[in-house]
């Protein structure tokens, strides 16, 4: 079929982005196809000529979410027939027609793997009165590369892995995404080079296990080297990476974390239990006297880190004393900050047929007994920064205070201080003057 490329001239859309980093990137990727064809972009759904929901399914409380609000936009729809909403990413790659039973006024549906078809899928369902489902099974590394509308000029992602091959038997994204696939090094370095020349001062390099980038290679390629060529790019100022699994963060990757002046000194290192059996029955391929290790090592090398991490609980067969193991690790690493999930079964995924499932009522008891703990941990961390003085990268202002600037310490704490705009995009040092359970307040030192 030919694909006009002009479809979208004077037109105008609007796009809806759930889920993880990998989604934002991909999210990028879709503006930057529809620029190309025309379509400039709108903050209002009822503006859009075309409104794309970029979907994750990780969760049932996502699906949920997004299911919702694609309902919201029936009423639009019927008043716009000529309106086309096109729904992809991980839970269209999961659901395929199935979307269509749930919101049957969606015009497309498209998988994680066939971004690249966005024009011809667009063109098609103009011109078709039936909706089209279109998703691919399989990923290839996108040998063609595609535009990107970036979302800042400060900071950008750089994916270096596609997919993921580790199957935590909890977790659906090895099904919506595919096998672990690493984009060669040169791609990599090319493109954070660009982003410098462009003025961008901060890559965050995206994988689902970031730590076993270049294994699929099969040329000796190490995370470890990649990272400490991107250290070599002039120009870029911070270097972080997500996501790291624990069970393959090498030494060989802290030295090159110590030794690398412009990677971060922040470790988002995901332990999702406390408790050996449930390591186990999880998947993960560690155990916590590792963890403990691994974090023992980062510290000793790397001091004044900050290491922050991810846990579920309510994990099938999970006891109390499983739980206590957690809340014992958690009081023990003493994390920056932790991301708490309640389980959430994911159908085709081992651990929802896992016989032993946790009640509703105690995942939420426990995850509030979590939160609580934590909460008060971060909160003790960042006293202790108070007076301190601290180097920040300005990223922006804050929404709901005048004058005040949001900036990011190199641990990746979120620090708010008055100050003028123009100082956006700069490194300066603040002092610490209140600290928060989730951010910092401060004071301009010294600009550098
Ligand atoms: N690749 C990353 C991120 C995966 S998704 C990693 O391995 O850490 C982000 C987080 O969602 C996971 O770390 C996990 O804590 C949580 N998660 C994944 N599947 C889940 C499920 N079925 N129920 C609850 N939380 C889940
Ligand atoms: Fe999911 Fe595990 Fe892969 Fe992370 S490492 S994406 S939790 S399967
Ligand atoms: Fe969600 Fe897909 Fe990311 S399932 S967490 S958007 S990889």
């Avoid at 009081?331 to 389980?343: E, I, L």
């Amino acid at each position: 079929m030919e694909i006009c490329r002009e479809i979208g001239k004077g037109k105008k859309y609007h796009i809806r982005t759930y889920g993880c980093q990998m989604n934002e990137r991909d999210s990028e990727t879709l503006a930057g196809i529809l620029a190309d064809l025309g379509y400039t972009r709108t903050a209002s759904v009822e503006e859009a000529d075309l409104i794309l929901f970029n979907t994750c399914c990780v969760r049932e409380t996502a699906e949920r979410k997004i299911y919702g609000r694609l309902n919201e936009l029936r009423p639009l729809k019927k008043k716009r027939p000529d309106l086309l909403i096109g729904v992809g990413g991980c839970m269209a790659q999961k659901d395929k027609e199935r979307v269509l039973t749930k919101a049957p006024h969606v015009d497309f549906v498209f998988g994680t793997h066939n971004i690249q078809e966005l024009p011809e899928l667009i063109s098609k369902a103009a011109a078709l009165s039936e909706p089209l489902v279109q998703v691919w099974e399989e990923g290839q590394v996108p040998l063609v590369d595609l535009p990107a509308q970036r979302e800042g000029k400060l900071k950008a992602y750089v994916t270096i892995t596609y997919g993921c091959t580790n199957f935590c038997t909890y977790c659906i994204v090895p099904y919506v995404r595919g096998k672990e696939r690493s984009r060669p090094p040169q791609d990599i370095i090319q493109e954070v080079t660009e982003l410098a020349q462009e003025g961008y001062k901060e890559v965050t390099l995206l994988g689902q296990n970031v730590n076993t980038y270049g294994r699929d290679l099969g040329k000796g390629v190490s995370f470890a080297q990649l990272l400490r060529e991107v250290n070599q790019v002039e120009g870029i100022q911070r270097i972080r990476y997500t996501t790291s699994h624990p069970r393959d963060f090498t030494a060989e990757i802290i030295a090159a974390v110590r030794d690398c002046d412009k990677v971060c000194e922040h470790f988002h290192l995901p332990i999702q239990a406390g408790s050996n059996r449930i390591l186990q029955r999880m998947n993960r391929g560690y155990t916590r006297e590792e963890y403990l290790q691994l974090v023992e090592r980062i510290r000793e090398e790397v001091p004044d880190c900050s290491i922050t991490t991810d846990i579920i609980v309510g994990f099938p067969g999970e006891e109390e004393e499983d739980f206590a193991a957690t809340l014992d690790i958690v009081r023990q690493v003493r994390f920056d900050n932790a991301f708490t999930f309640v389980f959430s079964p994911r159908s085709g995924t081992p651990a929802a047929k896992m016989k032993e499932q946790v009640p509703e009522d105690v995942k939420k008891e426990r995850l509030n007994r979590l939160m609580e703990l934590q909460d008060r941990i971060s909160r003790d961390i960042n006293e202790e920064l108070r007076g301190k003085e601290l180097e920040v990268l300005v990223e922006g202002t804050s929404k709901k205070e005048e004058k005040i600037l949001t900036s990011r310490t190199r641990t990746n704490k979120l620090v708010l201080f008055p100050g003028e705009e123009d100082l956006m995009g700069e490194l300066v040092t603040v002092r610490i003057t209140r600290p928060q359970t989730w951010n910092l307040y401060g004071e301009l030192v010294k600009i550098e």
